[in-house]
């Protein structure tokens, strides 16, 4: 039987999520976006209450939630804004290849460090030509005594500024395209450089960077699950975060439609307010339609994952429908707004500009559709 009322202890969470992004991240979303600022309060606050590494499991320090309870909490803080929600989540990201491959020892020392204290890690996969192509990656790791060196640059790395150790995946065999990569822990300390922070477009208060190691020295033990079985370690992890973004657009699309629709009960044109036209009202019903149907997605997918089943055709359908209809939904939230969703003051164009990326990181809207595609020609057995 399919049931989607979430439990007692689910809707308690949901409920302090909410309250967290009701009193500490809305009031100051809109100003931290202007100014690009770096949330660090509100990271050190969500970490004090549990709000971060929540997937940790408990022998690590985290509080083991299920991948379902954990896009439960991701929709209510991007309800509050979806880039405060991406520094919060990008732990997540980070530790997954690492929880998935790593050896005990690596698991209770840099999964433990971020439950320890608020610390952050980073994802580096992407590189300045390798995007969508995860095989076309030039970063090497090559050993070297008792080290492996890594050498290349990585960018569009969330928190890259800020983590203390970083997730990376590089060739360990030039000639073997996807056979040929390996993941490894790279502490910051070990000669990591930030050449560059990006100025983005939306989700300003979460931070972007390239990263670049040069001749990084780190011990051989620093090799997360098999040498050159990475690029399947880069794939699992993201089928286990893309139900998150998923989750993220949901809250996207939710704060979009119900600031569209208390505006709409308030705008008067042609003598009653704008939510009497039925031009409005069936924006505002494609609207709900679509928060409705990205919610479900996110949770089938994430649910597979708690249930320990395969998601990747699922992921990718919560991950696409749920970003693009985010990107739909904040467009047609500044349309209802007319001439007013352009100027700054009504908040709404955050919206708009914040939903861009989450039809770009985490895999392209392309990319899941590339996915989904092959999925459906060729379902496995
Ligand atoms: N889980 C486990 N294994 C997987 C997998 C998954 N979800 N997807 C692919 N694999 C395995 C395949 O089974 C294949 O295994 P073999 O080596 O045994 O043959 C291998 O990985 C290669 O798969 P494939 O041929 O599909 O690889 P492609 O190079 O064609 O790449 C895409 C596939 C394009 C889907 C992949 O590169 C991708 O997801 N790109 C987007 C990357 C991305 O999201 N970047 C954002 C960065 S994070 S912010």
Not at 261 to 284: C, D, S, T, W
Request: glycine fraction near 8%; charge should be negative; proline fraction near 3%.
């Amino acid at each position: 039987m399919v049931d989607f009322t979430l439990t007692d202890e689910q809707q308690a969470m949901r409920e302090m999520a909410h309250d967290f992004a009701e009193k500490e991240i809305r009031p100051v979303a809109w100003e931290y976006d202007r100014d690009g600022t770096w949330p660090e309060d509100i990271l050190k606050k969500a970490w004090e209450l549990g709000l971060m590494n929540n997937h940790v499991p408990e022998e690590y320090g985290g509080a083991g939630l299920g991948y379902l309870d954990g896009a439960i909490l991701e929709e209510e803080i991007a309800w509050g804004c979806s880039g405060i929600g991406t520094s919060m989540s990008c732990n997540g990201l980070a530790t997954a290849p690492v929880l998935l491959g790593a050896s005990e020892e690596l698991k209770k020392e840099y999964v433990g460090r971020l439950t320890e204290a608020p610390l952050l890690a980073s994802f580096c996969l992407t590189e300045p030509d390798a995007g969508s192509d995860v095989s076309g990656m030039k970063t090497t790791a090559t050993k070297k005594g008792d080290k492996w060196v890594i050498n290349g640059s990585k960018c569009f790395i969330t928190n890259g500024e800020y983590a203390n150790w970083y997730t990376v995946f590089a060739k360990t065999d030039k000639d073997a395209g996807h056979r040929g990569i390996s993941c490894f822990i790279v502490p910051r300390d070990a000669g990591v450089v930030v050449d560059k922070h990006e100025d983005k477009m939306g989700q300003r208060a979460s931070n972007t960077a390239t990263i670049s190691f040069p001749e990084v020295e780190i011990p051989l033990d620093h090799l997360v699950g098999e040498e050159n079985k990475g690029f399947k370690l880069s794939m699992m992890t993201l089928d286990r975060t893309r139900p998150g973004v998923a989750a993220m657009a949901t809250g996207v699309s939710r704060a979009a439609m119900e600031m569209a629709a208390n505006y709409a009960k308030e705008r008067v044109q042609f003598g009653v307010p704008i939510a009497m036209h039925q031009a409005i009202q069936f924006m505002l019903a494609d609207m709900a339609t679509k928060v409705h149907l990205s919610r479900l997605a996110y949770m089938c997918s994430a649910s597979l994952l708690d249930q320990g089943k395969r998601n990747t055709l699922e992921s990718s359908h919560a991950k696409r429908f749920a970003a693009d209809s985010a990107m739909e939904v904040t467009v047609d939230a500044v349309q209802v707004f007319g001439g007013y969703g352009f100027i700054k003051e009504y908040k709404v164009e955050k919206l708009m500009r914040d939903a861009k990326i989450l039809q770009l990181y985490e895999g392209t809207a392309q990319i899941q559709r590339l996915v989904i595609a092959r999925e459906t020609l060729l379902p496995r057995q």
